[in-house]
């Protein structure tokens, strides 16, 4: 859009019209917005056709409509962060991302859906693809109108599996970067060792641009995304791939198991060595850890839970939903010295993976992105186990669209070493687009 911008063949208000009539159309069925206001996104794109119209547009993503989760604040619109006692609030505020995206003249476009603090019970967003199934969560909204096709982009966050889960419901790409390269001031806040901001989107370019404008505010400790630039890094053909069969493995159905094994089979014959447990005995050793000790992530994210949920609860009683009730009763067994275990640990495994894939000369460890395609109902949003691992970590991975079951979507994860990410970046994009081919 933005070379038809620059040239006047199309201006963004013109195309910001064509995406309220499809998100119009839409949206009685996809319910994936929490808050619709077309007129504050038409004033933004008149402002952005009068600076193309100048020769002065502020970036690439110009006028590009963004859509951005409920748990992420904007000074125009509530934040009701997905909980009714929340509903309508307004901190007449930014978050960091949401501000760096309108310095760039991009438009945040709304509110989407999310799980109740982007944890709790589900909100009313159906899947992309079937309205009777599960959209993913909790970055639920996020996913489905970017997998629906209605909007480029969409901003989302992930402190177990909220990006690429539902990145993988809903068939679009879903992008984790490492711990702390895109900044949370202004995100509501859930575990500070897991909590990732990241964005959906369905081409490569627009995911890796809408993120490096965002890393310039970086994050305590960062300096923003390793290899920030306005356009994705040209596709890398990796030599070497290291699949991993963890515990959550064994959720997998034996006709999907086909499926994802089919996906190694064409990576192999294009000439991709593909390590595994069978063929080193690194990999299972890797596994055993990662399987051994990635339970304590679960305590970790309640230990951190503690403010301000508990103070929510006090204040708001049962409008805080159960699960998050039951994660501070979880809290409330632990001890500081059970926190600084689950630290070392955490610590210890991240040695570990990085260290095993230097020493298998390897470009990346693949995974599944889901259990499967997305599953029937909307009370449940899925398993995370097979993302669990890479937020624990806190180590980049992306969900690539290239597996079809039941007819739906279901997501391939790449995932990487800490500060890797635009390596990733390129690594996946050539899997994606050569699969694609």
């Given at each position: 859009?933005h070379?038809?911008?620059r040239?006047g063949?199309?201006?963004?208000?013109?195309?910001?019209?064509?995406?309220?009539?499809?998100?119009?159309?839409?949206?009685?069925?996809?319910?994936?917005?929490?808050?619709?206001?077309?007129d504050?996104?038409?004033?933004?794109?008149?402002?952005?056709?009068?600076?193309?119209?100048?020769?002065?547009?502020?970036?690439?993503?110009?006028?590009?409509?963004?859509?951005?989760?409920?748990?992420?604040?904007?000074?125009?619109m509530p934040?009701?962060?997905?909980?009714?006692?929340?509903?309508?609030?307004?901190?007449?505020?930014?978050?960091?991302?949401?501000?760096?995206l309108?310095?760039?003249?991009?438009?945040?476009?709304?509110?989407?859906?999310?799980?109740?603090?982007?944890?709790?019970f589900?909100?009313?967003t159906?899947?992309?693809?079937?309205?009777?199934?599960?959209?993913?969560?909790?970055?639920?909204?996020?996913?489905?109108?970017?997998?629906?096709?209605?909007?480029?982009?969409?901003?989302?966050?992930?402190?177990?599996?909220?990006?690429?889960?539902?990145?993988?419901?809903?068939?679009?790409?879903?992008?984790?970067?490492?711990?702390?390269?895109?900044?949370?001031?202004?995100?509501?806040?859930?575990?500070?060792?897991?909590?990732h901001?990241?964005?959906?989107?369905?081409?490569?370019?627009?995911?890796?641009?809408?993120?490096?404008?965002?890393?310039?505010?970086?994050?305590?400790?960062?300096?923003?995304?390793?290899?920030?630039?306005?356009?994705?890094?040209?596709?890398?053909?990796?030599?070497?791939?290291?699949?991993?069969?963890?515990?959550?493995?064994?959720?997998?159905?034996?006709a999907?198991?086909?499926?994802?094994?089919?996906?190694?089979?064409?990576?192999?014959?294009?000439?991709?060595?593909?390590?595994?447990?069978?063929?080193?005995?690194?990999?299972?050793?890797?596994?055993?850890?990662?399987?051994?000790?990635?339970?304590?992530?679960?305590d970790?994210?309640?230990?951190?839970?503690?403010?301000?949920?508990?103070?929510?609860?006090?204040?708001?009683?049962?409008?805080?939903?159960?699960?998050?009730?039951?994660?501070?009763?979880?809290?409330e067994?632990l001890r500081?010295e059970?926190?600084?275990?689950?630290?070392?640990?955490?610590?210890?495994?991240?040695?570990l993976?990085?260290?095993?894939?230097?020493?298998?000369?390897?470009?990346?460890?693949?995974?599944?992105?889901?259990?499967?395609?997305?599953?029937?109902?909307?009370?449940?949003?899925?398993?995370?186990?097979?993302?669990?691992?890479?937020?624990?970590l806190?180590?980049?991975?992306?969900s690539?669209?290239?597996?079809?079951?039941?007819?739906?979507?279901?997501?391939?994860?790449?995932?990487?070493?800490?500060?890797?990410?635009a390596?990733?970046?390129a690594?996946?994009?050539?899997?994606?687009?050569?699969?694609?081919?």
């Amino acid at each position: 859009m933005h070379e038809r911008f620059r040239s006047g063949e199309l201006t963004p208000r013109e195309a910001l019209e064509g995406v309220i009539a499809s998100i119009t159309a839409r949206e009685p069925q996809l319910k994936a917005f929490a808050f619709l206001d077309p007129d504050l996104s038409r004033a933004a794109a008149d402002l952005s056709t009068q600076r193309y119209r100048a020769g002065r547009p502020l970036s690439v993503f110009d006028g590009c409509p963004v859509g951005i989760k409920d748990i992420i604040e904007t000074k125009d619109m509530p934040t009701g962060n997905g909980n009714p006692a929340f509903a309508g609030r307004r901190t007449g505020r930014d978050a960091a991302c949401v501000d760096a995206l309108r310095r760039a003249g991009a438009i945040p476009f709304g509110k989407t859906v999310t799980t109740e603090f982007a944890i709790g019970f589900s909100g009313p967003t159906v899947n992309a693809h079937d309205p009777e199934r599960t959209p993913g969560g909790s970055s639920s909204g996020s996913a489905a109108v970017v997998g629906a096709g209605l909007l480029p982009v969409a901003l989302g966050t992930q402190t177990q599996g909220s990006v690429l889960r539902p990145a993988s419901f809903n068939g679009c790409i879903g992008f984790k970067p490492t711990l702390g390269a895109l900044p949370l001031g202004g995100v509501h806040p859930l575990s500070a060792s897991h909590d990732h901001l990241g964005v959906f989107a369905n081409d490569f370019d627009d995911l890796w641009g809408i993120a490096s404008l965002i890393s310039d505010y970086g994050s305590p400790g960062f300096a923003g995304l390793q290899g920030a630039a306005a356009r994705a890094p040209d596709g890398r053909r990796p030599k070497r791939l290291v699949r991993l069969h963890l515990s959550a493995w064994n959720e997998i159905e034996e006709a999907h198991r086909a499926i994802l094994d089919r996906e190694f089979e064409i990576l192999a014959a294009q000439g991709i060595e593909i390590l595994d447990r069978t063929s080193d005995p690194a990999v299972q050793a890797l596994e055993d850890v990662l399987d051994r000790d990635v339970a304590v992530s679960m305590d970790m994210v309640a230990w951190e839970m503690r403010f301000p949920f508990r103070g929510y609860v006090e204040r708001h009683g049962d409008q805080i939903g159960e699960r998050i009730r039951n994660l501070l009763a979880r809290a409330e067994e632990l001890r500081p010295e059970d926190y600084e275990r689950s630290l070392a640990k955490q610590k210890a495994a991240r040695t570990l993976v990085t260290e095993t894939l230097a020493r298998l000369d390897a470009d990346a460890f693949v995974l599944p992105a889901a259990a499967g395609p997305a599953p029937k109902g909307l009370i449940n949003t899925g398993s995370r186990a097979h993302l669990v691992y890479w937020s624990w970590l806190g180590f980049p991975a992306i969900s690539l669209p290239i597996m079809k079951a039941d007819g739906m979507p279901w997501g391939l994860q790449v995932a990487g070493i800490a500060h890797e990410d635009a390596s990733l970046c390129a690594l996946a994009r050539w899997v994606l687009e050569n699969r694609a081919s």
